[in-house]
């Protein structure tokens, strides 16, 4: 397993910057182990909410975590405004580094990560499969 430190630059759409790094270095999918930096206006989605939330101005990104996989990621961030409040939910798109966003992520070899649809939560969920348990003609 290698760590694969990236910095993302102002500008730059955070959960589709991760969703390219998924689709062009991890064939397995892998985990955001952390996540700092600052967005401008950040959405989240709130637990049990169907439409996201937009916050107006700068925030800090306290923390992201979850798992990525090239059919698609979840994620948890927290953010705090200027004041200290903090609010936390899922990742969505449209949240834009506002200075800088730094990420240690961790790509697997042992295992692949895929998502598949789950009748009792409605949700895609996670399915983590050993590759050492395939044989060739799986």
């Known amino acids: 397993m290698r760590e694969l430190p990236i910095r993302l630059h102002p500008g730059a759409d955070l959960r589709r910057s991760l969703e390219e790094v998924v689709r062009d270095e991890f064939p397995n999918g892998g985990y955001v182990v952390c996540g700092i930096g600052s967005l401008n206006n950040p959405r989240l989605r709130l637990a049990q909410e169907k439409f996201e939330s937009v916050y107006a101005g700068p925030f800090e990104l306290m923390t992201l975590s979850g798992t990525v996989s090239r059919d698609g990621v979840h994620l948890h961030m927290s953010i705090a405004s200027g004041s200290g409040q903090v609010f936390g939910g899922h990742l969505v798109h449209g949240n834009e580094v506002r200075t800088t966003v730094e990420l240690l992520l961790l790509p697997l070899t042992d295992w692949a ?21 395939l044989r060739p003609d799986d």
């Open 113 to 133: 990560l895929s998502r598949k649809f789950d009748s009792k939560t409605g949700f895609l969920e996670l399915l983590p499969v050993s590759l050492s348990t």
